[in-house]
Every structure is written in structure tokens, then in C-alpha cells.
């Protein structure tokens, strides 16, 4: 059983900067394919960014491409996401999410293990 917990939300303004960290435990991460999704309110959650297992691996939505980059530390148990140009339109709850079969994906149906999420708020 994969559990997630991710950290490093918080209050910023626009053109700021922001890491997201996501502690993984209960089996190796390097088993995982590994995503981050967010949230806006009254919206469906949307995929932001995914890590296979290779860490060149990489998948974004052009919404973030080149803004935002995912990584991942195996050895740690850690996978990233670090923001920056943040825009008000990026206030969301950010979710990590795991998966064990297959390679990245955007779709949230297709992650089996899910984090609490962290909530990140830009303002303008």
C-alpha cells in the first residue's frame, strides 16, 4: 500500500515561485509513475505534470509547460514539483498520485494511490 503526503503549498504572488514535495512510503518509488494534479474550485481536478520511470520521462499540459518541472528522488522517496511565473490562475489543491501499471497518464482515473493534497493560492 503506497501512501502519499505532500507538502510545500502556501500563499504567493503572481511571478513567484513554489516546491511542491511529495514523501512516498510503503514500497520503493522507484516502482511508480508519478503525477501531480490540482484543483480549483468548483472545477474538475486537472493533470499538471507527470514522471515515469525513467527521470527524462517527463509529460505537461501546455497550461504549465515551461513553467513548472517534476522530478523525482528515488533514493528519498520524493517526488517534486517545482513552480515558478506562478499565475492566480494556478490557486488550486495540488494532489500527488501514484501508479503502478503503465506509464504516465493524464487522466486522475488511472492513479490508484492518492495524497491529501496541498493547497497553493497565488494572488495577483
Known sequence: QVQLAESGGGLVQAGDSL???CAASGGPLSTSVMAWFRQAPGKEREFAAGIGWSVSDTVYPDSVKGRFTISRDNAKSTVYLQMNSLKPEDTALYYCAARKDGGVS????????????????VSS
Not at 108 to 118: E, I, K, L
Request: proline share 0%; charged share 20%; hydrophobic share 20%.
Open 19 to 21: 516546491r511542491l514535495s
Open 106 to 121: 493524464g487522466q486522475a482515473r488511472d492513479y490508484r494511490y492518492w495524497g491529501q493534497g496541498t493547497q497553493v493560492t
